[in-house]
């Protein structure tokens, strides 16, 4: 990209400030408007409006505002109920779930038991923890409108897990009419019975997606607890803005034409931990893993040796700095279940976090039989946290001769073109990069990228790995901290083994809103807007 010459440098600023001006002016005038509302700048422009559809973290959002949950977890890791709660019979193989009272669709139709179990039946086919409970399931029907019963085939300890965990693809419940469209195509209306409802009309994909507070909605009693307790939204609308520019965003927080943003760049929060109105932190305590996965069907990634050849190419250290550069937000690991969980190792991780072994990739990659396929690599450049991976891989492989084709993208295109299983010459590609909360990658099961089921069920890239399927399936039976300790050394080093996909190290991502917003909660799915109140 050619840089503006200095003559031409004023009119980009006139023309900056103009438009910086027609933001406010319209932010402002929809705000007072609509009564209280918060404007976020989220990590990604909104597309897709199916939070079952895909794993990607702004579906999950979308989904935590327009839908709910039948249990959810609290801060200590404890399942509550939240629409319903539950008796386990004393053989451990029915678990009997009651929804509460109060539950309606916001089309006005009361929630069913009907309803519910078809969300879960369509859920169960493509999330990981959601198949391995699906396996385990002898039967799940209603009993009655307000009774769901599970029965299993043989006592599984991760049933209320399952059911309760706040990511990635998360069980949200939706009437059956929706829930009966195919996991593969999206849902045809966004009716849920959550605290938002969906402003359709108001929707603009790469400008706006607008929430209304739900007023029919009937919170539970608890006070609020990561993605449980009462969902009490204190505003009348929430608009996720879309703004591409980094900079332009941070200039909107600062200047009060925005009031949250997810995700801001690194190089910018001491300026805005600087300025008196702002507030940084956190929210997800756990951070993020993030990860290059490559794709198993076609050339040159189907072939194992061309795999090892690209992982000894790689090293964490570079891809963290790009993507980071303070090293107080990110931790160099190797570890495929989180550094400092109790599942934590460095089996296989090899010279991944020691600055790679390039002499060795490129003599692996000569005796691989690798034909100078060129590696389509998808870099999408509208999300801050995803920018930098695919960038400098992509130079680590051509060290060590592999041939890259580097295709600029956004990320909603990712998210749709990575569904392909088709060749490169019709859509398909070769390898991308994504990261996942460090809840949703934590032990073998709920780890859906671990997985081997291949073309079928499994994830983007559709690694087919017999081995780790069988590991999964043992940890999810295993009785003792001992026993899945070893079992989730065994997976890890068959992911290496194979290079089912390549871990590229631990982060934290800071949001930043202004000071007029109070309760905005933590947890590992966040940013959740119900408990957000907004001062005058």
């Given at each position: 990209m050619s840089h503006p010459s200095r003559r031409a440098l004023p009119g980009v600023a006139l023309s900056l400030a103009l438009s910086a001006f027609a933001l406010s002016t319209c932010l402002t005038s929809q705000a007072s408007a609509a009564g209280k509302t918060i404007s976020a700048v989220m990590h990604s422009d909104l597309r897709i409006l199916d939070p079952v559809?895909?794993?990607?973290?702004?579906?999950?959002?979308f989904g935590y505002m327009v839908f709910d949950t039948l249990l959810a977890t609290d801060e200590n890791f404890k399942i509550q109920p939240q629409m319903a709660d539950w008796k386990i019979s004393d053989d451990?193989?029915?678990?009997?779930?009651?929804?509460?009272?109060?539950?309606?669709?916001?089309?006005?139709?009361a929630v069913t038991a009907e309803d519910c179990?078809?969300?879960?039946?369509?859920?169960?086919?493509v999330d990981g923890m959601g198949q391995r409970l699906m396996e385990n399931t002898a039967a799940i029907e209603a009993a009655d409108p307000r009774t769901i019963v599970l029965k299993l085939k043989q006592p599984y300890g991760l049933v209320l897990e399952s059911l309760g965990k706040p990511s990635s693809v998360v069980p949200f419940m939706m009437p059956k009419r929706l829930a009966e469209t195919p996991p593969n195509q999206q849902i045809p209306e966004q009716i849920g019975s959550g605290p938002f409802k969906f402003v359709k009309a108001e929707f603009q994909p790469g400008?706006?997606?607008?929430?209304?507070?739900?007023?029919?909605?009937?919170?539970?009693?608890?006070?609020p607890s990561w993605t449980s307790g009462g969902k009490v939204v204190k505003v009348d609308r929430v608009e996720w803005i879309t703004m591409a520019d980094a900079q332009t965003a941070a200039n909107a927080l600062q200047s009060g034409d925005i009031d949250f943003i997810?995700?801001?760049?690194?190089?910018?929060?001491?300026?805005?931990?600087a300025h008196p109105d702002l507030k940084v932190e956190t929210l997800n305590k756990f951070g993020f893993v993030t990860m290059g996965r490559m794709?198993?069907?076609?050339?040159?990634?189907?072939?194992?040796?061309?795999?090892?050849?690209?992982?000894?190419?790689?090293?964490?250290k570079d891809v963290l700095d790009a993507l980071v550069g303070d090293p107080k937000y990110y931790q160099v690991c190797g570890a495929v279940f989180v550094c400092g969980t109790p599942l934590a190792s460095d089996v296989g991780v090899g010279d991944?976090?020691?600055?790679?072994?390039?002499?060795?990739a490129k003599k692996e990659l000569a005796a691989s039989g690798y034909d100078g396929t060129p590696i389509v690599i998808m870099a999408p450049g509208d999300v801050v946290t995803l920018k930098a991976q695919p960038v400098v891989v992509a130079q680590q492989l051509r060290e060590a001769g592999f041939k890259v084709d580097l295709q600029a993208t956004d990320w909603q295109t990712v998210v749709s073109r990575r569904t392909s299983q088709k060749p490169v010459s019709e859509g398909g590609w070769n390898m991308f990069f994504t990261n996942w909360a460090a809840a949703d990658v934590m032990n073998p099961v709920?780890?859906?990228?671990?997985?081997?089921k291949g073309r079928n069920g499994g994830w983007f890239g559709w690694s087919e790995d017999a081995r780790m399927e069988q590991i999964r399936d043992a940890f999810a039976h295993a009785t003792s901290p001992e026993e899945q300790k070893k079992l989730a050394g065994e997976a890890q080093k068959e992911l290496y083994d194979q290079v089912i996909y390549v871990p590229l190290g631990q982060y934290l991502a800071p949001s930043a809103w202004r000071k007029s917003l109070s309760g905005v909660l933590g947890g590992p799915a966040t940013p959740i807007f119900w408990n957000i109140d907004k001062s005058e």
């Open positions: 559809m895909t794993t990607a973290y702004i579906q999950r959002d451990k193989l029915t678990y009997t779930f009651t929804l509460r009272d109060g539950l309606k669709w916001h089309d006005g139709a179990v078809a969300s879960l039946k369509r859920w169960g086919k400008v706006k997606a607008v929430f209304e507070r739900n007023t029919d909605y009937v919170p539970r009693k608890e006070p997810e995700n801001p760049p690194f190089e910018l929060l001491s300026a805005l931990e794709n198993f069907l076609l050339p040159p990634f189907d072939n194992v040796k061309v795999r090892r050849a690209a992982l000894l190419a790689i090293h964490q991944l976090t020691k600055g790679g072994n390039l002499a060795e709920v780890n859906y990228s671990i997985g081997g």
